[in-house]
């Protein structure tokens, strides 16, 4: 069965710090990895995904991500932190079984990050 | 990037009755789409997997019956919560997959039931 971990409940970083959300993952087959991010009282936002090709692969908002087979992970990073990067973040992996359309996603338990002045 | 619109953004209804919740994609066509739940600071738990034009596919636990699901159209789906109680009261999140799209998923804005 697929399934995603993110261990850190929190993560807490200064204004202008480079940042890392981590998450792992578990999968049968090719992994499809997403990062989405939530802001309160809101939707999910797309940021980047992993299907295939470079392992790192560069999102929204100058987010970027690393896909590492061998550790099973798929951190989220950002060179220089906002404020306004200060959100619900979530990993989540795409089921591909129902073909070219994939099946559903299977979310992380999310990351709260606090980026502060 | 893609729209989903969800409607309305917040609802309040009286126990016992039954309140009806939106999904549109707006830029393009679904033909599935999910519909999760959300408690505060927690991860979505999905609850139905919505297919156009057939029955929708529901989670372990969540009762069909209750939580009807209707995707009539390829850009479309409702989520009607039926003879509510204060313990339906929660984030209602929907989602479009995008077909060609790369395998992306798109979100709603989200609606918050209150069930009085």
């Known amino acids: 069965a697929q399934s995603v971990a993110q261990p850190e409940d929190q993560v807490n970083v200064a204004e202008g710090n480079p940042l890392t959300v981590k998450c792992t993952y578990s999968?049968?087959?090719?992994?499809?990895l997403f990062w989405y991010v939530q802001y309160p009282n809101r939707g999910l936002q797309f940021l980047l995904k992993?299907?295939?090709?470079?392992?790192l692969v560069k999102g929204s908002y100058g987010f970027e991500a690393e896909f590492n087979k061998s550790q099973t992970s798929f951190h989220l990073k950002k060179p220089s932190a906002l404020v306004s990067d200060s959100a619900l973040y979530f990993c989540?992996?795409?089921?591909?079984?129902?073909?070219?359309?994939?099946?559903?996603?299977?979310f992380g338990q999310g990351t709260e990050l606090s980026v502060k002045p | 990037g893609a729209v989903v619109s969800q409607h309305p953004s917040w609802v309040i209804c009286k126990s016992g009755t039954s309140v009806k919740i939106e999904c549109r994609s707006l830029d393009f066509q679904a033909t599935t789409m999910f519909w999760y739940r959300q408690f505060p600071k927690q991860s979505l738990m999905l609850m139905a997997t919505?297919?156009?034009?057939?029955?929708?596919?529901?989670e372990q636990g969540v009762e069909k019956d209750k939580f009807l699901i209707n995707h009539a159209s390829l850009t479309l789906s409702t989520l009607t919560v039926t003879s509510a109680h204060p313990e339906d009261s929660s984030f209602y999140i929907c989602?479009?997959?995008?077909?060609?799209?790369?395998?992306?998923?798109?979100f709603g804005e989200g609606s918050w039931l209150t069930v009085v």
């Open positions: 989540a992996v795409r089921d591909p079984v129902m073909g070219n359309q994939g099946g559903k996603l299977i």
């Open positions: 992993y299907i295939t090709g470079d392992n």
């Open positions: 999968v049968s087959g090719n992994p499809y």
């Open positions: 989602s479009a997959d995008r077909q060609f799209s790369g395998n992306t998923i798109y």
């Open positions: 919505s297919n156009e034009g057939s029955k929708a596919t529901y």
